[in-house]
């Protein structure tokens, strides 16, 4: 540690002093305070129970839950000399040995797009990357509600991330399940939004920058508590979610919850099944959404090992082995 440049240190130092500042500007620091203001401006302050084990014993019998996930990995180097590789999965908790996944593959290789080697199109490829992602975890969804026929379709991530970049099968998901009952929820493990942020500004002048939600939320909820966000909080709801930040285990994080605006009503129940699957000594994540991501996950040993076994050494290394991989 003493070999550490000093000014990185310095650096550091100041960055703990600015975010020390920004926490005490927010009700002077006070968390009694700002749960209050919590309560009255953002949602009601709910203690929920997890679900008994006859309500969990109907939601079985009515067709369980399906997890949603997807992974994607990248072989290669620079464009175009790179592929990627996509999978989504949707699990059962009822059929668990009959999962659905869905899978893709793409390559600037095999594509007619240029890029412009001076300007680059990192925004678009990632743009792209979102979309072919996100579509394939949809497709992998509406497969499981017309083979699985579940309760509950539980998404890892917030709904509007679908609709932004799924936008057509997602329609048809949504579609799909307000035809057939099934409840579509979204489990945000990494909270972005700044909606509770933003309303304590327009009441309080002096706070400056961006407040986050996540940064505020933490260690304030007591374990079990809930908020259904009020409806002229929530950004998400003119594009059709109501939305809840629940604390779902010991580790003072919260979590977040979107459900389609149809369901509403099923909201409270959603974050009672979330509360149920999630253990308490966790970092706040449903059990069986931690199931489906290790078992979706493309690793880079899985990886390396496709691409040797299905693709011509001579092509694999004239293509997607880069400069880097050489040199490991």
């Known amino acids: 540690m003493d070999s550490i440049n000093k000014e990185l240190s310095n650096l550091l130092e100041k960055v703990n002093s600015e975010i020390q500042k920004k926490q005490k500007s927010v009700m002077d620091g006070d968390k009694i305070k700002l749960k209050s203001f919590m309560d009255s401006e953002i949602g009601k302050i709910k203690k929920i129970e997890k679900l ?5 014993h109907n939601i079985h019998s009515k067709g369980g839950i399906s997890g949603v996930d997807g992974s994607v990995n990248r072989a290669g180097g620079s464009y175009p000399h790179f592929i990627e590789l996509y999978q989504g999965l949707a699990k059962s908790t009822v059929f668990r040995d009959n999962p659905i996944f869905i899978s893709g593959v793409y390559t600037p290789i095999l594509s007619e797009e240029k890029e412009d080697p001076l300007t680059g199109e ?8 979102n979309i072919r992602l996100a579509t394939i975890e949809v497709e992998a969804a509406i497969g499981s509600v017309r083979e699985h026929k579940p309760y509950a379709i539980m998404m890892d991530g917030g709904l509007i991330r ?7 099968a997602w ?3 949504v579609e799909l399940c307000e035809a057939t009952g099934t409840i579509l929820m979204g489990v945000i493990k990494d909270i972005k939004t700044s909606a509770v942020g933003e309303r304590l500004k327009e009441l309080d002048g002096r706070i400056e920058g961006v407040l986050y939600d996540r940064e505020l939320l933490f260690g304030l909820l007591e374990y079990g508590e809930f908020i259904h966000i009020n409806e002229d909080i929530n950004r998400k709801e003119p594009k059709g979610y109501s939305s809840g930040f629940l604390r779902s285990s010991l580790y003072p994080m919260v979590i977040g919850i979107d459900i389609i605006e149809s369901q509403s009503q099923k909201l409270e129940e959603m974050a009672r099944l979330v509360l149920t699957l999630t253990p308490e000594n966790s970092r706040g ?3 069986w959404l931690d199931i489906v991501d290790k078992e979706v996950k493309i690793s880079d040993d899985m990886m390396k090992a496709l691409m040797e076994r299905y693709l011509d050494r001579g092509i694999y290394e004239r293509y997607f082995v880069s400069e880097r991989d050489k040199r490991s």
């Open 52 to 56: 008994s084990s006859l309500e969990l």
């Open 285 to 287: 994540v449903p059990l």
């Open 122 to 129: 990192t925004d678009l490829r990632e743009e792209q990357r």
């Open 162 to 168: 679908y609709n932004i970049y799924a936008g057509d």
């Open 171 to 173: 329609s048809r998901l």
